[in-house]
């Protein structure tokens, strides 16, 4: 019997056993969010400026590649919003099982802000064998604690039907990433990867520079340097389908042998990188044959950036980070003029000090490896309407597999 029809047939009995055994376990699901009452991370009464929850799951999922090929996943999803429900099984585990997000949701601070951020364990489905712990990882922001800095070393990290809350004091904009630090390169292989993007106080401020007026900022420049019209965060990334295959099929992972066969951009390769709709999670993806071919999608996040400067503005904002485990990406924006104003969530001056001579710089082409961010400004004022292409150079990864003319490309739609 072929693992796929294996999964379809185990299915319904994994997921009955999941939640009988979810019903003491549920308890573990616990919600730390000030003003919130009913344990769904959204804080009671009106909107409170300076308080930001989210709850998220860790667990396993599927995705489908842009030539058809479905692979096997972990994950984070979003379960903010959601409460435990009244029929005895906790709906947040419900939501959480088989919802691995690819890439994992993003989350957008403010300056300035308090934020709480539950992490719930709801298990690997498709692998009962595992009992894997997960937690989350700011990638370079400074903790206050290093309890909450999600390294197994220094800190917790939270078992399966269980819930940690990590407690963030928002000081630094910039931009950021989150990953699962548990067994790092297997788990950030497999898809615990994520965007974490803080905005700057001085959002909202009027300030004129090169001719332009801004309110949004991508830090807190003084002289209006950063500012932008629109911003678009784009995640680089990749996968090995060997892995996540061997991975499925209870098999020696090949840790020293991991190369990109799937290069992404948001999770995808291209053309899907340009479809706006959300991407189903298959229809062989045993959870959508349980419930009839009904299933929330595991990507959600297109890629297509679009700009139209009559009413959105002529300046463009990409946050661009490479997740990916193996691989350094240079990417391009042919025939689009770039500005890199700050990396690894600091401004390109003297000191990452808005006081500092001014380091930016103009480039054709952007590099970066893993676990990099850079800050990157597209002036289209001098520019024709019309569709560009953003894509990278590293030209064996313009590919779906063995398939060509896909990988890690999108497009940029710019209209008057």
Do not use: W
């Not at 029809?5 to 056993?17: D, E, V, W």
């Not at 965007?195 to 420049?221: C, E, H, L, M, R």
């Not at 990417?331 to 001056?349: H, K």
């Amino acid at each position: 019997m072929k693992p796929t029809n294996l999964r379809k047939l185990l299915f319904p009995l994994a997921i009955a056993a999941a939640f009988a055994t979810s019903l003491p376990a549920a308890a573990g699901v616990y919600v730390q969010c000030p003003g919130d009452t009913n344990g769904d991370a959204v804080p009671d009464g009106a909107p409170n400026p300076n308080l930001k929850c989210m709850h998220l799951s860790g667990g396993d999922g599927f995705s489908v590649m842009a030539d058809g090929k479905q692979l096997y996943t972990f994950g984070f999803s979003d379960l903010t919003g959601t409460g435990p429900g009244t029929e005895g099984i906790d709906d947040r585990l419900d939501k959480g099982i088989l919802a691995a997000q690819q890439p994992a949701p993003t989350i957008e601070l403010n300056q300035g802000q308090q934020f709480f951020l539950t992490l719930t364990n709801v298990g690997m489905l498709m692998r009962p064998d595992l009992f894997d712990p997960h937690s989350v990882h700011f990638h370079g922001f400074p903790n206050a604690s290093a309890i909450f800095d999600g390294l197994p070393e220094s800190g917790i990290t939270i078992n399966m039907g269980a819930s940690l809350t990590y407690f963030y004091n928002i000081l630094d904009p910039g931009t950021y990433i989150y990953h699962c630090h548990v067994e790092a390169t297997e788990h950030m292989e497999m898809g615990m990867l994520g965007q974490i993007y803080v905005k700057p106080a001085q959002d909202g401020q009027s300030i004129t520079y090169g001719g332009k007026t801004y309110t949004q900022f991508v830090y807190n420049d003084i002289d209006g340097g950063t500012g932008y019209h629109k911003g678009v965060a784009l995640q680089l990334g990749s996968f090995d389908h060997v892995f996540h295959e061997k991975h499925i099929d209870v098999q020696p992972l090949p840790f020293a042998k991991i190369t990109t066969t799937y290069s992404l951009f948001n999770g995808r390769g291209y053309p899907d990188t340009v479809n706006p709709a959300s991407i189903p999670a298959g229809s062989d993806n045993p959870r959508a044959v349980a419930n009839g071919g009904g299933i929330a999608t595991n990507q959600p996040l297109t890629s297509l950036v679009t700009l139209d400067r009559a009413t959105e503005g002529s300046t463009l904002l990409l946050r661009l980070s490479n997740l990916s485990v193996d691989n350094l990406f240079s990417v391009t924006a042919l025939g689009l003029p770039m500005r890199v104003v700050g990396q690894g969530a600091r401004i390109l001056r003297t000191g990452g000090e808005a006081t500092g001579k001014d380091l930016s710089y103009n480039t054709a082409a952007i590099t970066l490896g893993g676990g990099e961010t850079s800050d990157v400004l597209i002036d289209t004022s001098g520019v024709p309407a019309g569709t560009y292409f953003l894509y990278t150079t590293n030209l064996n990864y313009l590919s779906n597999g063995a398939e060509d003319f896909g990988g890690m490309m999108t497009e940029i739609v710019i209209t008057n």
